[in-house]
């Protein structure tokens, strides 16, 4: 039963995700904002709200190591998972943003939560504030710069012509699909996790956060299928910017969450390591070019550290 619950949820949050990622475009569109701040923005807070949702629920239920561990292990499947597959598929090309902002911005986050949670094995109300200010702070100087940045991602500009009443259904649909999806997510983990005796944080840094990465997974292989331009490292960079500074930063600031140490001293270094493993494989031996044999290391990595989380 607990399964079903955790598979019924993942359903319940990719059609929710799809639904709420529609509806922001879509009014986005209408008021005839760039495409480049829909996407860097619109679109990456959409995508993480399934993540936003499950963490909240975790931390209301007083099961902190799924919020937290949630976002950390989204953040590594992203790059592991995601990043590892569809470059294995594809070949990816690294723009150079990636360089001069995208990565670095995504390892001060990591450093800084590292760095808050490392202190005192809590991440305070005070601490998700300052996370989600500088978000912001990131937000708005990209939206600033966006008359000389183009977004390279896929912004369907037919769903301007949606109706009003059409979306006004979509957004009742997601709200519906995300809250119940999460709901029934955080109680079938919780649940399975004492079942078969494996902690909270083992089951939300693997199911749980593959699970809210099931949305930027098909994108992107819906994408590769369709052979598109539209699949870029930035975008997923960016989401796991996104999932730190608002997911935790909105988190916390509800309710501080409580770190076990067994996140602290694995999982969020594993963490760092596939973010310092991304930097490498984006200068040598090509730069501007993740390849094949790049993603399958990266895949294989991410196999690894999902075998010693059940193993350890």
Do not use: C
Request: zero cysteines.
């Amino acid at each position: 039963m607990n399964l079903i619950l955790i598979f019924l949820g993942f359903f319940l949050l990719v059609i929710g995700g799809e639904f709420i990622v529609r509806s922001s475009v879509a009014l986005s569109l209408k008021f005839n904002i760039s495409k480049f701040v829909i996407g860097m923005t619109v679109v990456s807070f959409a995508t993480s709200l399934p993540e936003l949702i499950v963490s909240v629920n975790a931390a209301l239920n007083n099961s902190p190591s799924i919020a937290i561990n949630n976002v950390i292990g989204s953040n590594i499947a992203n790059i592991g998972l995601v990043l590892g597959l569809i470059s294995i598929l594809g070949n990816i090309t690294v723009e150079n943003n990636f360089y001069k902002r995208d990565w670095p911005w995504m390892f001060f986050f990591s450093l800084l939560m590292w760095f808050f949670i490392s202190q005192d094995s809590v991440l305070q109300n005070y601490e998700g504030l300052i996370l989600f200010s500088i978000l912001i702070f990131f937000t708005v100087s990209l939206i600033k710069k966006s008359n000389h940045l183009e977004f390279k991602g896929s912004i369907d500009e037919e769903l301007s012509k949606t109706s009003n009443f059409k979306i006004f259904i979509w957004l009742l649909i997601s709200s519906i699909t995300l809250y119940f999806g999460a709901d029934f997510l955080v109680d079938g983990s919780i649940n399975f996790a004492k079942q078969i005796n494996i902690s909270e944080a083992v089951i939300s840094v693997t199911i749980v956060a593959i699970g809210t990465s099931v949305p930027e997974l098909a994108a992107s292989l819906v994408a590769i299928a369709k052979k598109e331009e539209g699949i870029s490292v930035g975008n997923l960079i960016g989401s796991n910017i996104f999932n730190i500074g608002s997911v935790l930063g909105i988190t916390a600031i509800i309710k501080p969450i409580l770190i076990d140490p067994e996140i602290l001293n694995r999982d969020i270094i594993w963490m760092l390591i596939f973010a310092l493993i991304l930097i490498i494989f984006a200068v040598i031996p090509r730069k501007n070019y993740l390849s094949s044999y790049k993603g399958l290391i990266m895949f294989l990595m991410y196999l690894y550290f999902i075998y010693i989380a059940f193993v350890q």
